[in-house]
């Protein structure tokens, strides 16, 4: 994890970074309209109605189980999208997928709550359709192997109280363990409370720390397969400018991205398998 580009301001992206984003095709919803839209006197349209979140439904326990790829048959591969301590980036990943409909899953701490929060209305709908799922990273990224029991509880529940707060779902039964450090002990405490399944990877950007974008591109070539769960960051700006190549990649390939409920035949209404 490293510091990230973290100069985004809570009611939007600064004019710098907006300039740099509408040249990649990403600022389609950064800044409100100005000038030369709707007729003067004409209604306003209704805004497109938010398909109901279900209720929050109760802790299930049960048996931890670790998970770190899917089936390699058929053409789903789940992206999944850690951390957030770059503004600009938690901005092009969320405007990434309203522009092409992509399904991804983020997992955010909630340290990062200014970064992500500025987006919760535009995220909305699409959590509610099912094309964004929100998983448990912990509230602060701590090593939770080296944390006591209540410690590993408290940074699960303040997590998931916050993503519930801001995006109306539970995280449960997912949860990733921040570097891919769990043990049974850890597994069991999250278990026990609910998050069921750790997640880890089997595919990688490699973009916990600054990449150029030549490398990132191989990474992606190298894992975006069927299968696989790959692992990505909005912590650095590299990403910001290969969208599209990773979309025109996935396309190539025949590829169906998928959250982890459509991977493994979870939901949210009941936050269990």
Same mark, same amino acid.
């Given at each position: ?48 109605? &938010? ?25 789903? &591969? ?37 970064? +992500? ?44 109280? +916050?993503?519930?707060? &801001? ?6 039964? $997912? ?23 750790? &997640? ?22 190298? $894992?975006?397969?069927?299968? #696989? ?23 190539? #390939? ?20």
């Amino acid at each position: 994890m490293g510091s990230g580009c973290r100069d985004g301001s809570r009611r939007g992206l600064p004019r710098r970074a907006f300039v740099g984003l509408l040249g990649l095709g990403l600022a389609a919803c950064s800044a409100p309209e100005t000038g030369g839209g709707q007729a003067a006197g004409a209604p306003t349209p209704a805004a497109p109605a &938010v398909p109901a979140l279900p209720p929050i439904p109760a802790a299930v326990p049960g048996r931890s189980t670790t998970v770190s790829s899917g089936s390699a048959d058929g053409s789903r &591969v789940a992206l999944t999208v850690d951390d957030g301590t770059c503004a600009d980036c938690v901005a092009g990943y969320v405007e990434f997928a309203r522009r092409t409909g992509t399904h991804l899953t983020f997992s955010p701490n909630g340290t990062y709550a200014r970064e +992500w929060e500025p987006h919760a209305a535009v995220l909305a709908p699409l959590v509610a359709a099912g094309q964004v799922q929100v998983m448990n990273h912990t509230f602060t990224h701590p090593k939770l192997t080296t944390l006591a029991d209540g410690d590993v509880r408290a940074e699960l529940a303040r997590n998931e109280d +916050w993503v519930q707060r &801001v995006f109306g779902i539970t995280t449960r039964p $997912y949860y990733r363990p921040p570097y891919g450090l769990h043990d049974a002990r850890v597994d069991g405490i999250a278990a026990d409370a609910g998050w069921t399944r750790s &997640v880890l990877w089997n595919g990688s950007y490699s973009d916990s720390t600054t990449i150029t974008p030549e490398f990132l591109m191989s990474q992606a070539e190298k $894992y975006l397969t069927p299968g #696989r769960i790959v692992l990505g960051h909005a912590n650095h700006p590299t990403v910001l400018g290969l969208f599209d190549q990773i979309t025109d990649l996935i396309r190539q #390939r025949g590829l169906t991205p998928v959250t982890l409920d459509e991977m493994f035949g979870t939901s949210r209404a009941t936050g269990t398998a």
